[in-house]
């Protein structure tokens, strides 16, 4: 019997012996791996949840012509005769609304009862290219397909919308608006590029960089804005 008295030599042989032990652990034990706590919630599981509520860029807005329609926005992809004193209004998307409630209460249990499914950027984390390098900032305007950039406003205005959570509204951003610096080049196309550091506010990243395929095209210095489209 090879386990009597105290030789630890005896013990680790029995042990061998009977499956309790291999030689290869003994000789090179690994550390024991989990992706659960100790309420035995899998977050490999939880992660991949929530890549459902990671936010993208839904659209790019403009302004639409005429003096009238001032905060009236329409699409900007290909948009043309756009005023050059246009605003630009971003909204972003996720697709939370593909989970189903049990998905919804596994992500409760890992990130608590008061986690927002919905969309809510972090304004803060949007920072607009004010000068002429296209390699600042995260949100880019450019003329010339992004080699150099057109100032924007550092400024960014947030669109709050009101929604409920257990019973109790609060305020969340799923777009923002920003300015140009100054009135853009006529008869001239702009690109918007908006780049994956933006984060809502359970600090995800967007799911990958934005950038419009045909832009927008401004109108001529002759034109009247009569309030038409």
Not at 99 to 118: C, H, S
Not at 205 to 221: H, P, R, W
């Amino acid at each position: 019997f090879y386990a009597q008295g105290n030789d630890t030599k005896l013990l680790e042989k029995l042990l061998l012996t009977s499956g309790l032990k291999k030689s290869e652990d003994k000789e090179n034990p690994q550390p024991e791996v989990t992706t659960t706590d100790g309420d035995g919630i899998d977050f490999n599981v939880v992660n991949s949840l929530l890549e459902k509520v990671q936010p993208e860029v839904d659209k790019i807005e403009i302004e639409q012509t005429g003096f009238i329609n001032d905060n009236v926005f329409v699409q900007a992809e290909g948009a043309e005769l756009v005023r050059k004193n246009t605003q630009i209004k971003i909204t972003f998307k996720n697709d939370s609304i593909s989970l189903t409630e049990e998905e919804k209460q596994t992500i409760r249990n890992a990130k608590g009862n008061d986690f927002i499914f919905d969309v809510d950027i972090n304004y803060g984390s949007i920072i607009a290219s004010n000068g002429t390098s296209a390699d600042e900032g995260n949100v880019i305007l450019s003329n010339d397909n992004f080699v150099t950039a057109t100032p924007l406003n550092y400024s960014v205005q947030p669109i709050r919308e009101t929604i409920t959570v257990n019973e109790q509204e609060i305020d969340v951003i799923k777009s923002v608006i920003l300015k140009p610096q100054n009135k853009l080049e006529a008869k001239t196309n702009f690109k918007l590029k908006v780049k994956k550091s933006i984060l809502n506010n359970s600090n995800q990243q967007l799911k990958e960089e934005f950038v419009m395929n045909l832009g927008f095209t401004t109108s001529s210095t002759t034109i009247i804005d009569i309030g038409l489209q």
